[in-house]
């Protein structure tokens, strides 16, 4: 395919804007996947993906329009899933910035329409849902003038639903997206934008040819980790996997060449022809650091073999998740696992059980920390994404915590109620920007483990729906912090033990031993909740022993005799306490978590 004749585009949005309702209209219009084959997000491959309604993975296809060859990648457009969107900007040479007509601009249409600008693409504007009642064109199209400074009229006006406008949107990306830039004859130059594992072929590997071209059969090697490797298949997606003879300069698509993990494949690498010849390495992306970071351990039927092997085979098609092993005194052998936020780490669990089959406790997430730490060596930065990892209290000299600048989205009539929760978390004001006479955006300077976990669902509280959130990560800044053991019948229960702020400690610990004592089911005898710091108890619980009447049977007679009973009994409880283990149910553990958002 000649280099003129090809665009290389894809759709960004913020979530829920109708981006793959949009690929459904293009794929049928081009007829890339005839009508009857049709179904709603036909691209949302996952049962997860299907059910929640919303994009996880990047997909990519190749259609065939009026001569051009158009490549189109579909993105998320959740926060969490923000690498994935950078990921594909780079393959492409234009975007489609898709806008809701219903809710104007939102927080990722900023950060998606930001990555694309900087990536250098081009960008086409469209608005989306014009046939609801409920559409704002004007005002949309002046928060787009005011936010993004894109001219109204280049705007066009679709609905992906009826297929209104879809046609002249293609067009607009013919007439717009540049071609890409390559030598079709110089040696082979591509670029790894994602991978996947297939049980028959092993690694399939995503490509974007820069220059060159690849058939069947030529040696290829990966200029990050140095292999070679045999070049077994190269195709298209159609959205199948379809094979072809080769892949030329600009093409989008895919090969398989034997690799057996994904973990050999470094997302962002070059692909260049084996041996020496000289080709210069592509810049690549920044590795996904993860944020947020939970302990999966086995329950029930699973045991820890099987849930290892569960989570190689889930980490084989999502290479952004990380894990290693650990042990708790509490749960026993388990892992750590860090993902990329919350939802990141739902889907995950969810996969766990649906796909893997396996039974887990997950420990309430935390996010990373830093801590200056005297050590035998000196003193030393440490980083920690578990409580129970933490030295002694009397070593650490200074604690850092995450910090993100945050962009709120919302109407103007509900600031103040924003900007009342983000103070309440700690956040520092940065500005305000009218991006029309009713919304505007919002910046905090905020705490990350203040925003993780119930943040999203207070801000979607206060805006009756209509605020959204967009966070950047900033780095690690000196804070007041301490680490805040719980103690069940006296023993420590490394995995409830959490990293807060001193000036919420007793709170916060008062917090979660009343939840707790909710959870933890009364024993035959009196068993304490403690929560501390260092050696000091701040707050403390009691769940009240079991009491069975052992002096039912005696009616009447002398008092001496129900004593003798009693302590009997009270002999028996003392004893039983001194050997007694408090089992710890999972929704204890889901508890610690909860109980922060009932609180607030």
């Not at 071609?179 to 594992?197: C, N, T, V």
């Not at 700690?426 to 029309?436: D, F, L, N, P, V």
């Not at 905090?444 to 729906?465: H, M």
């Not at 719980?486 to 409830?496: K, S």
């Given at each position: 395919m000649i280099l003129e004749k090809i665009r290389n585009f894809c759709i960004v949005a913020h979530i829920d804007h109708g981006k793959s309702t949009l690929a459904d209209r293009i794929l049928e219009l081009t007829g890339t996947v005839a009508q009857r084959d049709i179904k709603e997000q036909t691209l949302d491959s996952n049962p997860l993906e299907r059910e929640r309604g919303i994009t996880i993975k990047a997909k990519a296809v190749a259609m065939n329009y009026k001569g051009y060859r158009l490549n189109l990648i579909d993105t998320p457009g959740h926060v969490d899933f923000t690498y994935e969107v950078s990921r594909s900007l780079a393959a492409c040479e234009g975007a489609v910035l898709l806008v809701d007509a219903t809710q104007g601009v939102q927080a990722q249409t900023v950060a998606n329409a930001m990555l694309a600008v900087e990536g250098g693409l081009t960008i086409v504007p469209a608005l989306n849902k014009i046939d609801m009642q409920a559409a704002q064109v004007h005002e949309t199209l002046l928060e787009l003038e005011n936010s993004l400074q894109i001219p109204a009229d280049e705007v066009l006006q679709t609905s992906a639903k009826l297929g209104t406008g879809v046609?002249?949107?293609?067009?607009?990306?013919?007439?717009?997206?540049?071609?890409?830039?390559?030598?079709?004859?110089?040696?082979?130059?591509?670029?790894?934008?994602?991978?996947?594992?297939?049980?028959?072929?092993?690694?399939?590997?995503?490509?974007?040819?820069?220059?060159?071209?690849?058939?069947?059969?030529?040696?290829?090697?990966?200029?990050?980790?140095?292999?070679?490797?045999?070049?077994?298949?190269?195709?298209?997606?159609?959205?199948?996997?379809?094979?072809?003879?080769?892949?030329?300069?600009?093409?989008?698509?895919?090969?398989?060449?034997?690799?057996?993990?994904?973990?050999?494949?470094?997302?962002?690498?070059?692909?260049?022809?084996?041996?020496?010849?000289?080709?210069?390495?592509?810049?690549?992306?920044?590795?996904?650091?993860?944020?947020?970071?939970?302990?999966?351990?086995?329950?029930?039927?699973?045991?820890?073999?099987?849930?290892?092997?569960?989570?190689?085979?889930?980490?084989?098609?999502?290479?952004?998740?990380?894990?290693?092993?650990?042990?708790?005194?509490?749960?026993?052998?388990?892992?750590?696992?860090?993902?990329?936020?919350?939802?990141?780490?739902?889907?995950?669990?969810?996969?766990?059980?649906?796909?893997?089959?396996?039974?887990?406790?997950?420990?309430?997430?935390?996010?990373?920390?830093?801590?200056?730490?005297?050590?035998?060596?000196?003193?030393?930065?440490?980083?920690?994404?578990?409580?129970?990892?933490?030295?002694?209290?009397?070593?650490?000299?200074?604690?850092?915590?995450?910090?993100?600048?945050?962009?709120?989205?919302?109407?103007?009539?509900?600031?103040?109620?924003?900007?009342?929760?983000?103070?309440?978390?700690?956040?520092?004001?940065?500005?305000?920007?009218?991006?029309?006479?009713?919304?505007?955006?919002?910046?905090?300077?905020?705490?990350?483990?203040?925003?993780?976990?119930?943040?999203?669902?207070?801000?979607?509280?206060?805006?009756?729906?209509?605020?959204?959130?967009?966070?950047?990560?900033?780095?690690?800044?000196?804070?007041?912090?301490?680490?805040?053991?719980?103690?069940?019948?006296?023993?420590?229960?490394?995995?409830?033990?959490?990293?807060?702020?001193?000036?919420n400690a007793d709170q916060k610990g008062r917090k979660i031993l009343r939840a707790l004592r909710k959870e933890i089911p009364r024993q035959m005898f009196e068993v304490a909740l403690q929560a501390g710091i260092g050696g000091k108890i701040i707050a403390r619980e009691d769940i009240s022993a079991l009491k069975k009447n052992v002096t039912a049977k005696c009616y009447g007679g002398d008092i001496s005799r129900k004593r003798k009973l009693w302590e009997k009994q009270k002999e028996g409880k003392k004893r039983m306490k001194s050997i007694g283990r408090v089992e710890i149910p999972q929704e204890a553990f889901m508890a610690v978590l909860r109980a922060e958002e009932e609180a607030d």
């Open positions: 046609a002249e949107l293609l067009e607009a990306v013919i007439k717009r997206v540049p071609p890409p830039e390559g030598d079709p004859k110089a040696p082979l130059r591509a670029l790894i934008f994602d991978s996947q594992y297939n049980d028959y072929r092993g690694v399939v590997v995503y490509v974007r040819i820069i220059d060159g071209r690849v058939k069947r059969g030529d040696r290829i090697r990966f200029l990050g980790n140095g292999t070679e490797h045999e070049v077994e298949y190269v195709g298209l997606f159609t959205p199948q996997m379809k094979e072809i003879d080769a892949l030329g300069a600009g093409e989008v698509g895919y090969l398989t060449a034997n690799i057996k993990s994904v973990r050999d494949v470094r997302v962002g690498d070059t692909v260049a022809p084996a041996g020496d010849v000289p080709v210069k390495a592509m810049p690549g992306y920044k590795e996904p650091l993860p944020v947020v970071f939970c302990g999966f351990y086995p329950t029930g039927e699973t045991d820890y073999e099987e849930l290892k092997k569960a989570l190689e085979r889930l980490s084989l098609n999502d290479s952004s998740f990380k894990w290693q092993p650990e042990t708790s005194e509490a749960l026993g052998f388990g892992f750590r696992c860090g993902f990329l936020g919350l939802l990141h780490m739902e889907i995950v669990q969810e996969r766990l059980e649906r796909e893997e089959g396996v039974e887990l406790i997950q420990t309430a997430p935390n996010v990373t920390y830093e801590i200056l730490a005297r050590t035998h060596h000196g003193r030393h930065v440490l980083r920690i994404d578990n409580p129970a990892k933490l030295p002694d209290d009397n070593l650490i000299d200074e604690w850092r915590e995450p910090m993100v600048r945050a962009s709120i989205i919302c109407p103007s009539d509900n600031i103040g109620g924003i900007m009342a929760l983000c103070e309440g978390r700690r956040g520092r004001y940065e500005k305000t920007e009218y991006i029309s006479k009713n919304r505007v955006i919002l910046t905090y300077k905020l705490p990350f483990a203040e925003i993780v976990y119930d943040f999203y669902d207070k801000l979607k509280s206060i805006t009756r729906g209509y605020g959204t959130l967009d966070y950047r990560f900033l780095g690690y800044e000196q804070a007041k912090l301490a680490h805040l053991r719980i103690l069940v019948g006296g023993q420590e229960v490394d995995a409830l033990s959490v990293i807060v702020h001193r000036d």
